[in-house]
């Protein structure tokens, strides 16, 4: 992703910037929206900076091995998982996004 397209954000939003690699090893922007726990395990919600992909992404939050403090985020391969993380996403957040059903 060229840096002429980050600058489309302003200062505050590129704090909330996480760039993940898709399958074709190709950096992508996501913006980090919140936190959630859910059965003792974390999760990130994340939204693509893409102005077309309005679809949430919802990871799992792993430590590395190798060092504690760095994370890994994992794909949630259960739809059940992300369903209710993304439940809970949404009661929490209800008063600042509208989510369409």
């Given at each position: 992703m060229s840096e002429?397209?980050?600058?489309?954000f302003d200062e505050e939003?590129?704090?909330?910037?996480?760039?993940l690699s898709d399958e074709d090893g190709n950096?992508?922007?996501f913006e980090y929206l919140d936190s959630v726990e859910?059965?003792?395990?974390?999760?990130v919600?994340?939204?693509?900076t893409d102005e077309d992909d309005d679809e949430v992404v919802i990871l799992?939050?792993?430590?590395?091995?190798d060092d504690e403090e760095e994370e890994n985020f994992v794909t949630v391969e259960?739809?059940?998982?992300a369903e209710a993380v993304f439940e809970i996403f949404k009661e929490k957040n209800?008063?600042?996004?509208?989510?369409?059903?």
């Open positions: 002429e397209n980050l600058d489309i939003e590129m704090d909330n910037l996480v760039y950096e992508v922007a859910y059965k003792g395990d974390e999760y919600v994340l939204i693509s799992k939050v792993e430590p590395t091995p259960s739809e059940e998982v209800k008063d600042y996004f509208n989510f369409a059903d």
